[in-house]
């Protein structure tokens, strides 16, 4: 079963804050599985592999 949080969760999981979580969703990094109400809900192991994603990207630049 696919487990589904929300974004201060999500943020709270990889240790950023939630305007960040927002932005990935903003620049694409990052795609909803859904909502409840006007929330977002993410799957977790999508956040790890957005968190991944921007730290490799990070570490490219010099």
Do not use: C, N, S, Y
Not at 8 to 24: F, M
Not at 34 to 55: I, K, N, P, S, Y
């Amino acid at each position: 079963m696919t487990t589904l949080v929300t974004t201060a969760i999500a943020a709270r999981e990889v240790a950023v804050v939630p305007d960040t979580i927002r932005k990935w969703v903003q620049l694409k990094h990052l795609v909803p599985a859904g909502r409840r109400g006007r929330a977002h809900l993410f799957r977790l192991e999508d956040v790890f592999a957005a968190e991944r994603a921007t730290r490799r990207a990070h570490e490219r630049r010099p």
